[in-house]
């Protein structure tokens, strides 16, 4: 391998970038452990992760979040429960103001917003929060937005990038587009 002219030089700063990631990921999910209600084995998070009320944060093994993460409640009662093997990528939002639950080997792409309460007509009102259930094996893609009114997403299901869903999607479901339509269903 060659490295021409000071080649040796550029690769250094992305080595120290990785080690450096390595470190981090480390000590912030130890950070997180501490305070979260429970976290299994083999968790990672990431730096600049916000949770409100960790306490009610249930996070099982194997799961990974990247930065930007923001996990909040306008409830201090909510809970939100995340099985094993989950995965939660980049910049993503997820209120669990009405309790979430999301299954086991879900992927959560880059960008995606869940909300679960709503304030009906009046933006000062109380929260009113509303119970979701994200099923198992779901592949949430990037940029999509998952309403209030979508109460629950099937096992195996599909959500399009940048679909916007405002209805129960059953299970094996392929769901895309403004509004969120179902346009086939898996095998």
Known sequence: MR?????IFLIAP????????????KYNTWI?????????????LQHDIYMSYPGM????????GQQGLELSSELRSAKLIVEDNVQIN???????????????????????????????????????GIEKKIGARVWIGSRAIILESCKSIGDDAIIGAGAVVAK???????VVGNPGKIIKTRC
């Open 32 to 44: 997180y452990r501490r305070y979260c209600g429970s976290m299994g084995a083999r968790a990672v």
């Open 3 to 7: 490295f021409g002219k000071g080649g």
């Open 57 to 64: 944060i249930h996070i099982g093994a194997d799961f990974f």
């Open 14 to 25: 992305l080595a120290m970038r990785r080690i450096k990631d390595k470190f981090l990921g």
């Open 168 to 174: 129960d999607v059953p299970a094996r479901a392929v």
């Open 90 to 128: 980049r910049n993503v939002k997820i209120d669990y103001t009405g309790d979430i639950c999301i299954g086991g080997g879900t992927l959560i792409s880059e960008g995606v917003v869940i909300y679960s309460h709503s304030h009906g007509t009046d933006p000062r009102s109380l929260a009113k």
